[in-house]
């Protein structure tokens, strides 16, 4: 089982950044993909960037060009760096890491990291 480990959140004025890292453990056979979401109070959680195993990403259209998905393989963690942060990000971030094994998909989470903007 993979155990995945936030961290990073905090709260910020608009404009600021933050950089939050998801590091994961346990026995990792096939990454497919690992991804951050958020949720904020009275709304879905939503994708925010995913990157997958070949190194391709994808963001949500509100994201584009402040946040920045990467990878160090090596220390098995994800990180997702924050820039130009408005209210509107203010949410609760999870990674999520998804699994293949044998043509099916598992999905792991983490605990949740808070992120404020407020001025």
């Known amino acids: 089982q993979v155990q995945l480990v936030e961290s990073g959140g905090g709260s910020v004025q608009p404009g600021g950044s933050l950089r939050l890292s998801c590091a994961a453990s346990g026995r990792i056979v096939s990454v497919y993909a690992m991804g951050w979401y958020r949720q904020a109070p009275g709304k879905q959680r939503e994708l925010v960037a995913v990157i997958r195993s070949a190194g391709r990403t994808n963001y949500t259209d509100s994201v584009k060009g402040r946040f920045t998905i990467s990878r160090d393989n090596a220390k098995n963690t994800v990180y997702l760096q924050m820039n130009s942060l408005k209210f509107e990000d203010t949410a609760a971030y999870y990674c999520?890491?998804?699994?293949?094994?044998?043509?099916?998909?598992?999905?792991?989470w983490g605990q949740g990291t808070q992120v404020t903007v407020s001025s």
């Open positions: 999520n890491a998804r699994i293949v094994l044998a043509g099916t998909y598992y999905d792991y």
